[in-house]
């Protein structure tokens, strides 16, 4: 098993940099002050002189920026002037998942400065690619130190090699999550239509849609679609698959179910509850309720669709689909946006989508390309700060928000732009463009002057929400979305935390039968799915005998194995 190899040059080159840093070339000492008219108190670093010397460091993300305005934005321009840092970076397009563009990276040794790499960091560790961040981190990131607190150890890539190779930046640190983006979606009108009905099951969703679609076979001039999916690459396992857990009761580990009392794992699909949710999948097809092209689209076809506003129905996170559903509001379409349901199987199901899994996601890893790593972490530090991180929230004091008797507030302006122009306003303003380019706090933690350090609270929630969005909450006795859904303290917090980060073997038996395993499920749920419903139960049985015939169950053991390891990681208990 292939989990640690020889780095000898990228050990040279960062011992040689450090050196170099510690003489003060490009990157001198930062220094403590006061931060600006932030109201953030003073626990940021302002760069010294030499630390805002100009510089271009090389960026790689593997989720799409749409909006991203190569700093020409005022956040960015903000964030140049400050630290003297340009950013030169290329996000991936469409929903490849940087998977495409990391394996030629790995091939060839051609990376940036650094990355968000998402799923394929293992890749380019095992290539010798990524840097050890440790002592990077402890000798000139206080900022990045003191907010990851106890959370260091959750940032150790394995048992066998406890290297900081990224840290976590696509989720804050100690969120609390005020909103749900997630579930089974349906739009406003529709549910306007009928009197704001109890949405708690499937059979509630799906009457729901065929009644709408029966009374109103025509949107705008074009055909009503009761239900569509997006099964464009890696975004089958948002809309197609990965539901099937939700509905059923378990928690999203990705490919694999986790029992949590022994920590045995199996692909998930392997479930006789989820076998059922497919069987409902087949169904709405068959029943002409489930969009026809969903296995055929792709990810700007499905958006399309959306902004079109004749889709009722989404099973999905709202992340996936908010370009097509922040076109419909800038249309002034805000019936036509959608409101979030815990929808499962049966009434016997309960949906964890906020059963705590601590801090753990993709983030950013410097790469061996850095030519100065003590310049970059400062920078990434000066990011993670109060003043950085109320500017990459917030935006700039007495254009984006003024602060009123010590409390930040959204100007009214502002606050519509958000909400029926978000698009543009990311653009040009650059709020929320760069909070996953560092280590920062979580909705719902407050920075020294008692402020949220993000607009991601309570009041900030509702006044971002449209009208059609607070007459729905009215309608169901709920202020936000997640006031309809399981809660944290209904669940245990999962041990091995959040199962799609966690790395595994590059090479060996693993990655082969792993692949196999996805092409067969990438093929054989689509079939299952659009066969008539007599064939359904054929099909789907030898679906799951064929990821067996291919390895499924020595890949399973294997992924026990990490499991387990990791929980002893994360936790200090000895697991056999």
């Not at 920590?263 to 069987?279: D, G, I, V």
């Not at 950013?364 to 970059?376: M, N």
């Not at 507030?409 to 543009?424: F, G, M, Y």
């Not at 949220?452 to 006795?477: H, M």
Request: proline share 4%; hydrophobic share 35%; net charge negative.
């Amino acid at each position: 098993m292939k989990w640690k190899t020889p780095r000898t040059f990228a050990a040279l080159l960062l011992a040689t940099t450090l050196l170099i840093g510690g003489c003060g070339s490009n990157g001198g000492s930062a220094s403590e002050g006061n931060n600006g008219n932030t109201g953030t108190g003073n626990n940021g670093q302002n760069a010294s002189a030499e630390d805002t010397s100009p510089v271009t460091f090389t960026f790689f993300g593997a989720d799409a920026s749409p909006n991203w305005n190569n700093m020409q934005d005022e956040v960015g321009k903000a964030i140049t002037e400050k630290t003297g840092v340009t950013i030169q970076a290329e996000y991936d397009v469409g929903s490849g998942g940087g998977e495409q563009k990391i394996a030629l990276m790995t091939a060839s040794g051609d990376v940036p400065d650094f990355i968000f790499a998402k799923g394929s960091l293992s890749k380019l560790v095992d290539a010798g690619l990524i840097i050890d961040m440790t002592d990077l981190i402890e000798e000139h990131a206080p900022n990045i130190k003191r907010i990851l607190g106890d959370n260091i150890n959750r940032m150790k890539y394995s048992n066998e090699d406890p290297s900081i190779y990224q840290i976590t930046t696509n989720m804050g640190v100690d969120q609390q999550s005020f909103d749900a983006g997630g579930g089974f979606e349906i739009q406003q009108r529709v549910l306007k239509e009928f009197g704001y009905p109890e949405i708690r099951t499937v059979k509630d969703f799906e009457d729901i849609l065929r009644k709408y679609k029966e009374k109103y076979p025509e949107t705008d001039g074009q055909p009503t679609i009761p239900l569509s999916l997006n099964a464009d690459d890696w975004k089958i396992m948002i809309t197609v698959t990965n539901p099937a857990f939700l509905a059923t009761g378990a928690p999203d580990d990705g490919e694999y179910y986790v029992n949590p009392e022994t920590y045995e794992t199996q692909l998930h699909y392997k479930r006789a509850e989820e076998k059922e949710y497919f069987r409902w999948l087949n169904h709405m097809f068959n029943e002409g309720l489930l969009d026809k092209d969903t296995f055929i689209q792709k990810d700007d076809q499905y958006k399309a669709k959306i902004a079109s506003g004749r889709v009722l129905g989404l099973i999905s996170q709202e992340w996936e689909y908010q370009d097509g559903e922040n076109a419909l509001k800038a249309a002034g379409k805000d019936d036509y946006t959608y409101a979030h349901f815990p929808v499962t199987l049966n009434e016997d199901y309960v949906d964890h989508s906020f059963q705590p899994a601590g801090l753990d996601g993709s983030g950013i890893a410097i790469t061996t390309a850095a030519k100065d790593p003590v310049r970059l972490i400062k920078f990434l530090d000066w990011l993670a700060s109060d003043e950085g991180q109320v500017l990459m929230n917030w935006g700039i004091e007495g254009k984006h928000y003024n602060v009123e008797n010590g409390v930040r507030v959204v100007p009214e302006e502002i606050q519509n732009r958000k909400v029926n122009d978000t698009n543009n306003f990311n653009k040009e303003s650059g709020i929320s463009l760069y909070t996953a380019m560092t280590v920062h706090y979580g909705d719902g933690v407050k920075d020294p002057s008692g402020n949220y350090y993000t607009t991601n609270f309570p009041d900030q929630i509702v006044a971002g929400y449209t009208e059609a969005e607070k007459e729905t909450l009215a309608a169901y006795g709920a202020t936000t979305w997640k006031d309809l859904f399981p809660q944290e303290g209904d669940f245990k917090p999962k041990e091995w935390g959040a199962l799609y980060n966690m790395p595994v073997p590059t090479d060996g038996d693993y990655q082969v039968i792993y692949q196999k395993t996805q092409d067969i499920i990438r093929k054989r749920i689509p079939e299952a799915v659009l066969t008539t419903p007599d064939k359904f139960d054929t099909v789907f049985d030898n679906f799951l005998a064929e990821l067996d015939k291919a390895g499924a169950e020595k890949m399973e053991a294997e992924y026990t194995e990490l499991v387990k390891k990791r929980v002893s990681l994360f936790t200090g208990k000895d697991v056999q």
